[in-house]
């Protein structure tokens, strides 16, 4: 069984805890002032801090891990990244097989005005009972039926149906009781010694 810490290992272990947020909150106002100063820089500037090539200049075979430093802006790493996918033929060449590779969300896609009878949770329910309210009335409109139509409603008419075939059973003889194999047993192992 594990013993309960005592008071000192317990306060112990939340000042180092304590000075490990301390670190790393530091740690990120630093990255976060130094971020935006850099927003405020050109990319010819940032490029040249940091000594990096343009990544819209970047060859198949060059070396993008420079621009994946923390120090390095977003918009950067992300030309960087789309130039080295476009050369890369293995990244470069999707298959089609990708399933969520289209964009969705794209304005240009959506058609102005839509609306659809679906309801979250109700599914067409409403659009189908709308549809079965209507035929019904088309069918019961006393106004446009005549006598005849409302009395060949009422009494539907029966078609005669064929008399059933009478079914051939087969008499099966109920088999003999099988021979069941006995259950195995366990092996039993002795050893000398």
């Not at 040249?48 to 200049?57: C, G, H, N, Q, V």
């Not at 999707?94 to 102005?112: F, H, P, S």
Request: with cysteine; hydrophobic share 40%.
């Amino acid at each position: 069984m594990t013993q309960a810490r005592d008071f000192w290992s317990r306060r112990k272990a939340a000042v180092q805890a304590e000075t490990e947020a301390e670190a790393l909150a530091a740690k990120e106002q630093i990255i976060t002032t130094r971020q935006a100063e850099l927003e405020e820089k050109s990319d010819a500037e940032i490029l040249s801090e940091f000594d990096l090539p343009d990544p819209d200049t970047l060859q198949a075979g060059d070396d993008v891990s420079g621009f994946m430093a923390k120090a390095v802006p977003d918009r950067l790493r992300r030309r960087a990244l789309r130039r080295l996918w476009r050369l890369n033929p293995v990244l470069a060449n999707v298959d089609g097989l990708v399933d969520y590779g289209e964009d969705y969300t794209d304005a240009a896609c959506v058609l102005e005005n839509l609306q659809t009878a679906y309801q979250v949770g109700k599914g067409m329910l409403a659009h189908v009972e709308a549809l079965a309210a209507e035929a019904e009335e088309q069918e019961c409109d006393p106004e446009t039926d005549t006598l005849d139509v409302i009395e060949a409603r009422e009494e539907p008419a029966k078609a005669e149906e064929p008399a059933p075939e009478p079914m051939i059973v087969a008499n099966v003889e109920e088999p003999e009781e099988l021979e069941v194999p006995p259950a195995p047993r366990r092996m039993k192992f002795e050893f000398e010694g």
